[in-house]
């Protein structure tokens, strides 16, 4: 009987050893390195990232002034419709054939409808 009870010792040692070791590690979490390569790849996305940002930003810059300047320009349209459409009302105020009659006899001009031709436009 000696010889089981020694072999009984000798396993239970060795648990009792590991459970102590294990409750002295328990509340600290082992430190993990970081290695040069993780440390180069997340120096990599964040250039990355900041490069994508500056481009993003510029590019909606440059959107914003083409817009202001398409704004501009359809102003600028808008108006010049506006003045063409004034002048085109003036254009036929001008061309009415009483007004031309009225102006021709104020000027002695007489009318002599064998010698008056149609022009088309």
Excluded: C
Excluded at 43 to 65: G, K, L
Excluded at 92 to 121: C, F, W
């Amino acid at each position: 009987m000696a010889q089981p009870s020694r072999q009984f010792t000798q396993t239970e040692q060795p648990g009792r050893q590991k459970q102590v070791m294990s409750e002295s590690h328990a509340g600290v979490l082992p430190r993990r390195r970081i290695t040069k390569g993780e440390k180069i790849l997340w120096t990599v996305t964040i250039v990355a990232i900041f490069i994508f940002a500056i481009i993003i930003i510029s590019r909606q810059a440059q959107i914003y002034s083409v817009s202001i300047s398409v704004a501009h320009t359809q102003s600028t349209v808008d108006t010049m419709q506006q003045d063409n459409g004034e002048l085109n009302e003036q254009v036929q105020k001008l061309q009415q054939p009483e007004r031309i009659l009225k102006i021709a006899k104020e000027h002695g001009l007489h009318l002599n409808i064998n010698n008056v031709k149609l022009v088309d436009k």
